[in-house]
């Protein structure tokens, strides 16, 4: 390497650092387009699969993939499509319900930390420091154990996890807001304390927030599946697709598509929604 | 000083708080159902032998005192007794710890050793196409559950190649698995905060001047950089220590390697409030002293936080 190419050098790498960050659009078309399908699958999944996501066909049972079961079928001879499409609604709505929860109770934490400060903000932050030093999972389970298992005990259970990192943003924020000249001036100009927290530094607050959501929404969906696979969410014959994998590691030795594709759907829809959620973010830098 | 003594009666006061969390929720609410549990006919005890139950578990002492005396337990080891088996909560952990401790301690390890093998790669390759696909492989693996990637493993490495047994596996040969398995999920986002503060390190002034005297790629990595891009992950790695207990549960139920996670799941599907009561605590105890040495640590690493430290204080 001469040393002409090497004085070149750090402004080429710089640049495709950027590049790689930022400029690839197809996958954030293709992240929109798959999550847009995980919507229709929720909301009309006769329209994608027509077989029966809870009763199988006896005869057809641990069939690998083919042009009949895309999926394949599992041990009751379900079609493995069928259940994934139809498992979608119970993964989406948990995930939203528990990103809703966090985000209206954390940025509500974060926004009276940040707006009133002293010793309201100090105890509030401890008690958000609480809920990050616990491990989620266990913070999770802690929230099961009391509630029971269920879909709507899961998606509070895991929207607890989420409720820190929203207060500490909406804080964050709320304090930067409040700093600029705007909104000194609102106040000069006679602005109550209430009325300019709502005109002016929430809707300015509000982008990093919903960022955050579209992360939140991704984890939240690991969350849910992890705890489906240990047995604490929708009892079978759900299809939910933690528990899917769960069902299929009884027949691991011989049928890889029973654990390996719902695994992939899970893994592509945190994809997206991680996806998604950078690029919200990075047009608010820009 | 006094931000060595603030840092610590910070995390004192989040300690606190944490107990007495997992006091209400997992000692003071659910109190009254395990005793509904034991009151309802079909238990088949007699009144007496439900007051004797109620005495014995500590039912007819007043909340407050509960608080102290739990409190007091904890502080010395003492974690009560398991509902479902009646062992003490202590000697459950004491059993599971130590195999938990193993499989969590190498998986960091193994992380650390990954994700800085990685950063440094990404870095120094020369290829663009192998530069993009270094560094958008940790946001994959953020995206991968934990439990799925275990059994992908068991799959590939033990059904299709034969390399590892899963069923009877010696002491060596059964923690590699569980160790990819927890370690990837962490290292992920570590190279993630390594590799952005290699860059912004590399935008820096001084490494131009560093380059411009003629030092190598690595000299200036391993030299300039490093020291400059390990405070973030420092810090990253201390918080993701809440990820390696979490994952060190999934790891342990998929696996079937006894240990602190399996005690976890079995003490949830049992509705054994002490024993995740214990967990919880102990677990918030461990996380909340491994950032407070993080955060101590800071002005020792970075001269530059030194003086801020001793000029704030």
Redesign the interface.
């Given at each position: 390497m001469s040393d002409t190419t090497?004085?070149s050098e750090?402004s080429t790498?710089?640049s495709?650092?950027r590049r790689?960050g930022r400029a690839r659009p197809i996958l954030l078309v293709a992240a929109a387009v798959y999550l847009a399908l995980m919507v229709a699958w929720a909301v009309l999944p006769g329209l994608f699969a027509h077989g029966d996501p809870i009763v199988g066909v006896a005869t057809d049972g641990l069939q690998a993939p083919s042009a009949a079961h895309w999926f394949g079928t599992d041990a009751t001879g379900r079609d493995m499509y069928t259940r994934v499409v139809f498992g979608s609604v119970h993964t989406l709505v948990t995930a939203l319900i528990a990103v809703l929860f966090g985000l209206v109770f954390g940025t509500g934490i974060g926004l009276v930390a940040g707006s009133v400060r002293g010793v309201v903000d100090a105890v509030l932050m401890?008690?958000v420091?609480?809920l990050?030093?616990?491990?989620?999972?266990?913070?999770s389970?802690?929230?099961?154990?009391?509630l029971g298992f269920g879909t709507t005990q899961v998606a509070i259970a895991v929207g607890i996890t989420s409720v820190a990192a929203f207060a500490r943003l909406a804080r964050a924020e709320v304090m930067r807001v409040r700093a600029m000249d705007y909104v000194e001036a609102a106040f000069a100009s006679g602005g109550s304390f209430v009325s300019v927290l709502l005109r002016h530094v929430l809707p300015n607050s509000l982008t990093p927030v919903i960022a955050l959501a579209a992360l939140q929404f991704?984890t939240a969906i690991?969350s849910i599946?992890?705890l489906g696979?240990?047995?604490?969410g929708a009892p079978p014959p759900t299809p939910e697709w933690?528990l899917m994998?769960a069902e299929g590691?009884n027949y691991?030795?011989t049928s890889?598509w029973l654990?390996?594709i719902p695994?992939v759907v899970?893994?592509l829809t945190?994809?997206a929604a991680?996806r998604i959620s950078t690029a919200i973010s990075e047009r608010n830098r820009a | 000083m006094s931000y060595i003594l603030g840092r610590i009666g910070q995390a004192v006061i989040v300690l606190a708080i944490a107990f007495t969390a997992a006091f209400v929720l997992l000692q003071a609410l659910p109190g009254d159902a395990l005793l509904i549990k034991f009151e309802s006919p079909e238990s088949g005890l007699s009144p007496d032998q439900i007051a004797l139950l109620r005495d014995s578990l500590g039912a007819n002492i007043p909340i407050w005192q509960q608080f102290f005396d739990t409190l007091g337990g904890f502080l010395v080891g003492d974690f009560g007794y398991s509902v479902q088996s009646g062992t003490p909560v202590s000697v459950i952990i004491a059993s599971a710890l130590p195999n938990t401790l193993v499989l969590a301690t190498s998986a960091f390890v193994v992380a650390i050793v990954l994700a800085v093998a990685l950063a440094v790669l990404a870095q120094l390759s020369w290829l663009p196409w192998l530069r993009t696909m270094l560094r958008s492989l940790p946001s994959l693996f953020i995206s991968v559950p934990v439990f799925w990637l275990g059994i992908v493993l068991i799959q590939v490495f033990s059904f299709r190649l034969g390399w590892l047994p899963v069923i009877n596996p010696g002491p060596i040969e059964g923690l590699i698995m569980p160790v990819a398995a927890l370690a990837l999920p962490i290292a992920a986002p570590m190279a993630q905060v390594l590799i952005r503060s290699i860059d912004d390190v590399l935008t820096q002034p001084f490494i131009a001047v560093v380059r411009s005297k003629g030092a190598s790629e690595w000299w200036i990595l391993s030299r300039n950089v490093a020291r400059n891009a390990v405070l973030p992950a420092l810090t990253i790695a201390g918080l993701l220590l809440g990820e390696l207990i979490s994952g060190a549960v999934i790891t342990e139920t998929v696996f079937g390697r006894a240990g602190i996670g399996r005690a976890t799941e079995q003490a949830v599907t049992n509705q054994d409030a002490p024993v995740l009561q214990a967990i919880v605590v102990i677990s918030a105890a461990i996380f909340v002293l491994v950032n407070l040495l993080v955060d101590l640590l800071y002005p020792l690493l970075d001269p530059r936080l030194k003086t801020i430290a001793t000029v704030n204080a």
């Open positions: 090497r004085t750090p790498r710089r495709s650092v790689a401890r008690l420091d609480v990050l030093a616990v491990p989620s999972l266990l913070l389970l802690s929230i099961i154990i009391v991704g690991l599946a992890a696979f240990l047995g604490y933690g994998i590691r691991i030795a890889w654990t390996t695994g899970v893994v945190v994809l991680n | -």
